[in-house]
């Protein structure tokens, strides 16, 4: 992405008024940060009281041409080691070239400022008693409203989202753009495959009697894909999450190259996996042992730690 | 990490040639871009026909109070969108606040130049039948010399990175600092379990026969990284990678929080999920379709799209 270079406009009102609400604040706490993408996430305090938060990323590099050769050539150059060809430098550039993408919420509340407060995580080793147990139980007590799904596989909603539909009742889906996704930007696409038939919670419904629904959700939505973003299917990554956001069985695709969040282990598990462990095992996800991750105020974690099924805190 | 603000200090020699070499280089690629982690790679021609290779990181956020009140106190602030009380911003701040992190290499050989070049990704389906015909092959063909693991497990180097050994020649292992770790930093934690047994090559050759390494493996590194370095048992990520880079089976054991390099789904086996595979079918491993990314100039990359069986560029 192009860091945009352009002359700076008079300052309009809410501008102005961020500018000062910042002036005006100091730093209370480092909510959360990540020195691989280089974000960091920071909880201010106004004189008035208010509380706000600056959520603060490095931008990308420039991919153009003229904006690197910009960089290029306004580059300041500090030794920091030197060995053979190799060199490294800590390089200053012009502040104008180096701009930070920033979030600023303010007034913020308690509930904002839980919600972007890095927490540590812990795993989870799911097995089917604790399943049957612990994690069935919090699908019941908290799992979400399923009518929002049930609405997009009637074509109530998000009908300009989709991009195939295979009506059949028992091994038939549809596939529309994830929300997340501006439908337009390759290297990050992000589809959804929903099933139609309703009651399959998770993988763990899964048995070797859903392969056909599997193969044909796999070949037909690569197929919908390639057909209509021209991305090749060995570039495509099919999986699910484990334990999904809502739990009617669905599978995202993405473009290889994109580090989607939870596209991961301990998050994600390759449809191919899935078919694969089926066809050694028809019961496979009756007798396995999953292995996830959860933040520590979690519910789910929560429910574990209460059950003896999780390390104390 | 902190980045360093220092007073500048007279420019040594060798950072002057650097200074000099890139102020008369141009741009001729971008070999590659990494824009989640804002990371670039650039060729480089100099008017005196040498090559050069630029890697530029922008830089963490510092953590500590100082360093970030500096950057608060100068932060000039661009209105993208504003709604209710959340607000979008470009956010300028001084140049020495803002530092690249940069290697430059020149000159730089073709080989280099490849090696930094980013390459497209394809996904491989490693049948049982693949394995035997072409990976196998690739194997005998290119497999590294494997005196380097032979000479950490006699100790005949490397013995200061050793953390713990079970020296049982069936289910022992040495458990011993990576090369990428420093040993210190508890975030990036970064430990190798090497198996003292001989022949096993990766996952492929594993049956139920060896649970018991296997589990032996897995309980033992965990207590001892407990013990040395204060991490969690739940806090710690244990994986195998398929394919490895070295054909001698070992375990990597990463800090959960760690984005290791190969530590995700399609470079990556979790050691519970081999556990549990094999729990459920003995030969698991015999009869599964593994599923792994190669990029397209990698030798078995070559060796799949010449048997046919995987799809040509």
């Given at each position: ?121 812990y795993i989870i080793h799911e ?164 292995t996830f991750t959860r ?6 974690m929560?429910?574990y730690?209460?059950?003896?099924a999780a390390?104390?805190?």
């Open positions: 992405m192009p860091v945009d270079v352009e002359t700076p406009e008079p300052a309009n009102s809410t501008e102005k008024l961020a500018q000062e609400w910042l002036a005006n604040a100091t730093f209370e706490e480092l909510l959360a940060t990540d020195s691989s993408h280089k974000s960091i996430f920071l909880l201010l305090t106004h004189q008035n009281g208010e509380k706000g938060i600056l959520l603060a990323n490095k931008s990308p590099f420039p991919e153009n041409e003229t904006a690197i050769t910009n960089i290029l050539n306004n580059a300041k150059l500090k030794e920091i080691s030197k060995n053979d060809i190799f060199g490294s430098y800590e390089i200053e550039i012009p502040s104008d070239l180096n701009l930070l993408k920033c979030q600023l919420i303010y007034p913020a509340t308690d509930r904002l400022i839980s919600k972007y407060r890095q927490e540590e995580k097995t089917p008693e604790n399943y049957q147990k612990i994690t069935k139980a919090y699908i019941e007590k908290y799992q979400l409203n399923l009518n929002w799904v049930y609405n997009c596989l009637e074509k109530k909603s998000e009908v300009d989202k989709i991009i195939y539909e295979d009506d059949d009742k028992t091994n038939g889906f549809i596939l529309l753009q994830d929300i997340k996704w501006d439908g337009k930007t390759i290297e990050n696409l992000y589809v959804l495959a929903i099933c139609h038939q309703h009651g399959l919670k998770s993988v763990r419904d899964l048995t070797a009697d859903h392969l056909p629904l599997l193969e044909n959700i796999r070949d037909k939505s690569l197929e919908a894909i390639e057909n209509k973003y021209g991305l090749r299917k060995d570039q495509i990554k099919c999986y699910f999450h484990y334990q999904p956001t809502f739990y009617h069985l669905h599978v995202h695709f993405i473009n290889l190259k994109y580090d989607a969040p939870a596209s991961t282990t301990m998050s994600a598990i390759l449809l191919d996996d899935v078919i694969n462990n089926l066809k050694i095992c028809p019961q496979f996800y009756e007798l396995a042992t999953l933040r520590h105020s979690d519910q789910l929560t429910m730690r209460e059950a003896g390390e104390k805190a």
